[in-house]
């Protein structure tokens, strides 16, 4: 008896099956990769990718965060996340704010949080597009999950860019002030802090006068922060020198 032929599928259903099999395959090398990032230090990100390409000398020197002074973290966290610890990954308040307040300015304002800017820098490419930021949402919400508050900050420490090429506190900190993340003071710390808005365009070692205000309100918020004794989920980071 002769076997029936099975009917062929018609090129749609051929596209869906690939399609789907490419979003499978997307996911799960995205989980993959994030969740190897929880342990292993990045060994590049795709901002530091876009200026190799671009022929610019990337200095990037990976350190513990335990070997990372106090004061960088704190400052930081004043100057672009102070709610780091309370939300998971969106800062929906800050975003609200965010909204009517570019109502009337001619320049708008981010509300990006700490954990954003690394799933941005770490993951991603330049530019503004609701498809762009979505991803970073996908990204964001899947480091909350699998990564711990101390994770997120000890990477965007390491891979935030704070001069042109330079990236991170321990390169910032040898090239701006010749010293390791590890010994920043206060004044340092949030200098480093006041260039992250736009790290090629101001310098730390070279301090305009509106680095220079913006490094005195740092300082204000790391105070009112807590100044010398600032917690980590809940866990001392340390008593920072003066």
Known sequence: MARRKRPKKSWGRRLMGLL??????VLAGTIAMTLLFRWVAPPTSAFMLQQRLSGTRVDYRW????????????AVIASE???????????????????????ARSRPRGASTISQQVAKNLFLW?????????????????????WSKRRILEVYLNIAEMGTGVFGVEAAGRRF???PASRLNRREAA????????????????????VKRRT????????????SAFFRGGRSLGTPGP
């Open 177 to 179: 002030f010749h010293k």
């Open 126 to 146: 330049p530019g503004r597009s609701y498809v762009r930021k979505g991803v970073e949402v996908y990204f964001t919400l899947l480091m909350e999950i699998s």
């Open 20 to 25: 789907r099999k490419t979003a499978a395959l």
């Open 191 to 210: 200098t480093l802090a006041a260039v992250l808005p736009s790290p090629r365009r101001m310098r730390a070692d070279r301090p305009s006068d509106y």
């Open 81 to 103: 996340d102070q709610n780091f610890f309370d939300h998971w990954g969106l800062d929906v308040k800050a975003i609200a704010d965010a909204i009517r307040d570019n109502r």
């Open 63 to 74: 350190v513990p965060l335990d070997r990372i002074s106090p004061h960088a973290a704190l």
């Open 216 to 227: 005195w309100q740092i300082r204000q918020q790391m105070n009112a922060l807590g100044g």
